[in-house]
């Protein structure tokens, strides 16, 4: 029994330590916003300009002219996100061009949006690739969407705007 408790102890005063190395590691890469990175974020200008390093003496690689368009972010320097879009392109953007605002894009050529997270649930719209909705949550599978103001759920692997296993 003195040598359980004395495990107990030992473990407890361990904790601490092991708690905090665990969250060190989960804060490995926060960019210099603090904010983790690989993460997703949208265009906050119905005109951007990426660029081919971080700043405007680096040449413009793309204009993009779609408000809300979703964006990974894959690293930070100072102000600057060098991000990757729905093709793969990936280029440098200013922060203040960004917005924490959540979107998606569909990817497939038809999309079918049903009213619960389930094959078999409700069909409730159907969307052509390229739509941009606001992506309201993420749960295993599934995503659910606004596109038009209906909100519908449809299957993760249609969209690019969510990490594979991310929840919210």
Known sequence: MKLISFLFI??????????????????AHPGASGLPTPRFVSLASATVHMRAGPGVRYPITWVYKR??????????????????????TE???????????R????????????????????????????????????????????IADISAWLPRSAIFGALPNEQF
């Open 10 to 27: 030992v473990l407890i005063l361990a904790a601490p330590p092991a708690f905090a190395a665990n969250k060190a590691a989960r804060l």
């Open 91 to 101: 280029g440098w953007i200013h922060g203040s061009l960004l917005s924490g605002r």
């Open 67 to 88: 408000l809300g368009t979703p964006f990974m972010v894959m690293a930070e320097h100072e102000y600057w996100r060098k991000v990757r879009d729905l093709d793969g």
């Open 103 to 146: 979107t998606a894009v569909l990817r497939a050529a038809r999309t079918v949006l049903r009213q619960q997270p389930s094959e078999s649930a409700r069909i409730v719209l159907r969307a052509e690739a390229g739509v941009i909705g606001k992506l309201l949550t993420c749960r295993k599978a599934w995503c659910r969407m606004d």
